[in-house]
């Protein structure tokens, strides 16, 4: 157990729709990265968040945004989802803002848009 | 942006004999080398990393390379173990990550 939890751990939905995904990082850790996995193109970096703040940003779509609270707990927001969203989500935590710091990896969220 | 391949896809061992994993990576900029071990319904579990001032690094069983002039680094297990049977992912990166397309392994007992 890393310590990161998601919720929800499955989540069905239809195209078109709004879904928000949840991550609450280790205790201690400030930073909190959002990660897609998909069959065809592998695990990719979508957004890290460092004590509430954007600090870098990688493949993200517009139709997606995120938010770190100041408990800390994220959000990745996924909106107008298409059939192409379907995918693992995952958040991982570090303690600081470096990308080399070890992070976290949570259990997922599997995403199925019909 | 980096662009990181990782081969082979898919690799399968006797246990007891060694594996190993290669990555290549565009970027210079680049100074960590994670990789991480994914097994099946869980998140990617980070087994061992190097810098970009170190050229090997090893933890028991598990070693990493890298030759930061030829951009590759590599992963080798030695004495494989059923339980090492699992997907393999290695990043690169400097200020975010960008992974290989994964290296699924199977060791047979």
């Known amino acids: 157990d890393s310590g990161v939890t998601q919720t929800p751990k499955h989540l069905i939905t239809a195209t078109g729709q709004r879904v928000t995904l949840r991550c609450s990082p280790r205790?201690?850790?400030?930073?909190v990265y959002w990660y897609q996995q998909s069959l065809d193109q592998g695990l990719q970096f979508l957004i890290q968040?460092?004590?509430?703040?954007?600090?870098a940003k990688g493949n993200i779509l517009e139709r997606f945004s995120a938010q770190q609270f100041p408990d800390l707990h994220s959000e990745l927001n996924l909106s107008s989802l298409e059939l192409g969203d379907s995918a693992l989500y995952f958040c991982?935590?570090?303690?600081?803002?470096?990308?080399?710091?070890?992070?976290?990896f949570g259990p997922g969220t599997r995403l199925l848009v019909l | 942006g980096e662009n990181v391949e990782q081969h082979p896809s898919t690799l399968s061992v006797q246990e007891g004999d060694s594996a190993v994993i290669k990555c290549t990576y565009s970027?210079?900029?680049?100074?960590?080398f994670p990789w991480y071990k994914q097994e099946l319904g869980k998140g990617p579990q980070l087994i061992i990393d190097?810098?970009?001032?170190?050229g090997e690094k090893k933890d028991q069983r598990i070693a990493v390379t890298l030759n930061k002039t030829a951009k590759h680094f590599s992963l080798h297990i030695t004495e494989t173990q059923p339980e090492d049977s699992a997907v393999y992912f290695c990043?690169?990166?400097?200020?975010?990550?960008?992974f290989g397309s994964g290296t699924k392994l199977n060791v047979k007992p």
């Open positions: 205790s201690g850790d400030l930073s």
């Open positions: 990043a690169a990166g400097f200020n975010k990550f960008y």
């Open positions: 991982a935590s570090s303690v600081g803002d470096l990308v080399r710091e070890t992070q976290y």
């Open positions: 970027d210079s900029a680049s100074n960590y």
């Open positions: 190097i810098r970009s001032n170190v």
């Open positions: 968040y460092y004590n509430g703040e954007e600090r």
